[in-house]
Structure formats: C-alpha cells, structure tokens
C-alpha cells in the first residue's frame, strides 16, 4: 500500500503543476484575445480555440483531481451517521460506482472518440492540430478517476474516519 501512496502522492504532484500551467496559459490565451480584439486592429485568430482546448484538458483533468481531493459534491451527511461498518460498504459501493463510469464512459467511450477521430483524420480547423489529441483528455481523466477510485477503495476504512471527525475538531487539528 506504500508503494501506491507514493505512487498518487507523486501523481497528485505532477497533476498540480499541470494543471497550474494550463490554467496560467489559459488566462494568458484569454488576456491576449481580449487584448487583440479590443486594442489592436487585427483580432489573434487562433486564441479561441486554444482557449476552448485548455479548457477541456482542465475541466476533464481537474475533475479528477477534485474527485482526489474529496471536492466533489457528496452526501457526506448520510454516510456520517452510519455505523462504521455501513459507513465503509456505503462508501466502496461509491468507489466501485465511480470505477465502474471511469472504465465504461471515459476510458472505453473516450477511447472510441480518440481512436474514431484519428481514424477519419480530424483536425482543428485553426491550429491544424488532431482532434485526437484533444479527445485524449477524456481516456486520460477516466484513468485518474479509476486509480483515484481504486485507492480509496482500499483505504476506505480510514477515509470513512477522518470523515466522521466532526468540522470542528478537524479545523483545531490544523491549527
């Protein structure tokens, strides 16, 4: 089990600086569209779609990330005033829920995407880039929820605790 904490905990750490830098790039993309067609006489004509692309690899990517950090919206109410016992089944019935739409709708359904789309050759109609590459996003967050979901799975036991820890001996505990 060490060995797949680390494993997410140095995942977690690639995801973040990731996701900063397409988010960095994305509010320059956004600022300097805003820039060229308000200020400047020749609007930038690949800065939308850029934009659109960015978004996509960090919605889908972030969604995973925010499943990692438990930011997701939940029932977290239900399952704290469980029995510990019920508490655990409830939220692995949770995990084996989420595995189960990662496996089926992202990664097989996102892979038919990316395959379809290099298979008839799409491609962006400004930056020229294949319509795969940007599909691929969708295989790739399915991936993560699956890990994600796998790893809570098996430390369910203790996610269930902490989460039964009332709000405000939680925030004592950080200070």
């Given amino acids: 089990m060490s060995a797949f904490t680390a494993f997410i905990e140095s995942m977690d750490k690639v995801l973040r600086v990731m996701l900063a830098v397409m988010m960095a790039l994305l509010v320059i993309d956004v600022t300097w ?22 978004l996509i690899w960090v919605s889908l990517i972030g969604g995973a990330y925010a499943y990692r950090l438990h930011s997701h919206l ?75 979901s796998l790893y809570f799975f098996i430390a369910a036991a203790s996610i269930t605790q902490q989460a039964r820890v009332p709000l405000d001996e939680q925030e004592n505990a950080n200070d």
């Fill in 33 to 54: 569209q805003v820039l060229t067609r308000f200020i400047l006489p020749q609007p930038s004509s690949f800065t939308e779609e850029v934009a659109r692309f960015l």
């Fill in 74 to 148: 939940g029932f977290d109410w239900f399952v704290r005033n469980m029995a510990i016992g019920k508490a655990v089944l409830v939220y692995r019935f949770c995990c084996i829920l989420v595995a189960i739409f990662a496996v089926w709708v992202l990664i097989i359904g996102g892979g038919n995407l990316v395959s379809l789309t290099w298979l008839l050759g799409q491609y962006s109609p400004v930056l020229d880039v294949p319509m795969a590459f940007i599909y691929f996003a969708i295989p790739f967050s399915g991936f993560l929820f699956l890990i994600y």
